[in-house]
């Protein structure tokens, strides 16, 4: 009873977090711009529909190729790991920018002739609870320690820690703003000096062409 | 050892629950992009928030489907938007986002769905303490749990400002140096072709009929 009941929890969970249809084989990717230090924890569940029995079920056939890249310096790669039709994955962001999650199924049924999600009942569907900052009440353990007041105090510090960071990472935003609203401030000011100077240079030398071309005509 | 577990376990499902999936999504031109969440009770409520966080004019189109069908809320061209609406009905609800209004340029949508299920259960937090003195800190705690909830949800829309503010000045360095570009030029062109008109009528056969 008791090596059941938790994996039922998590799964009760599971069911009500969002879910979408996906091609076979194609990658459908999510951005996330992620402060410094935070933890990512996910639980992904991917089913195919049974022709026989009519539902959706998920099968040992289908595995899930999860990869996350941070796409502000040089796409390093962060996580990269292939599951089975139900896991978790979690990984911390070293530093603070866009992350991209990527996720693409692979089935081996051989339903191959209508796997495109476009069509009814194609596909594959994807569930996914995905919890980022120190928020984790994934797992089916850590529910049932909710309900001591003294940890749902630690949850509500562990989500000020989140504020925190968000807060640090906006300063830093903030700092790139005001530096690139300064270029732009000086690049104002450098064009209009380049203006000015091209528009005194054209002058001149409409006035002295103009003058030795009079004088050439014997007219001045 | 089994029971407490046992019950602890039915106690932490009965207790108030919100399961929230936050993500961000690129949206491709003319793409339509389509998420769905169960709802397995009545009456329960369901919050939808989505931001456009680059792309264009920061507008997306969004349309909100209950089951069979069934017509719930969408809007075209919008920035933002912040709902709470209660299922009626027990199935699978269908939100979508659809990027056809524009031809290059992608869209990314930070959008959140959250399914709330009111079924609070006052959890006794050791043997022995007072129920009064009990549920005085639960509802304590609950307010605060709802005021860092709003501080996190403003801390989302100044994000969402800041990458508008970022785009604004970013399209408006670009739009300095190339309109700068184009006035030396025409000052130049315009500047020549003076001259040589000016030039043209006092040449050859017309030199004493101006």
Known sequence: MRPLLLPLLSLAGMARALYFYIDVTQPKCFFEELPKDTLVVGRYLAEEYNDQRGVWERHDGISVYISVDEIFDNDHRVVSQRGGSQGKFTFTAAESGDHKLCFTPSSNSGRSGWLSAASPNGGIRLTLDVAIGETTTLDGADKTKMEDLATRVKDLNARLNDIRREQVFQREREAEFRDQSESTNARVVRWILIQLVVLTVTCTWQLSHLRSFFIKQKLT | ?210
């Open chain 2, 1 to 210: 050892m089994q029971l407490p577990l046992l019950q602890c376990g039915l106690w932490a499902l009965l207790a108030s629950q919100a399961a929230a999936t936050a993500l961000t999504y690129k949206l491709n031109p003319n793409e339509e992009a389509c998420f769905y969440t169960l709802s397995e009770q009545k009456d329960e409520k369901i919050a939808f928030y989505f931001a456009v966080q680059a792309g264009g004019s920061f507008d997306i189109n969004y349309k909100v489907t209950g089951p069979n069908g069934r017509f719930i809320m969408e809007g075209e061209k919008e920035r933002q938007g912040d709902f709470v609406f209660t299922a009626k009905e027990v199935g699978e609800y269908k939100f979508c986002f659809n990027n056809e209004m524009s031809t290059y340029t992608e869209k990314f949508v930070d959008f959140e769905i959250a399914v709330e299920n009111e079924a609070r259960v006052t959890l006794p937090a050791k043997k022995g303490a007072a129920p009064e003195q009990t549920s005085t800190l639960e509802e304590s705690i609950f307010k605060i749990s709802g005021q860092l909830s709003t501080i996190t949800r403003n801390q989302k829309y100044f994000r969402t400002r800041e990458n508008r503010n970022f785009s604004t000045v970013r399209s408006t360095e670009s739009r300095i140096v190339n309109f700068s570009l184009i006035q030396i030029a025409l000052v130049i062109c315009m500047g020549a072709l003076q001259v040589f008109i000016v030039r043209f009528f006092f040449q050859g056969a017309r030199k004493g009929y101006v």
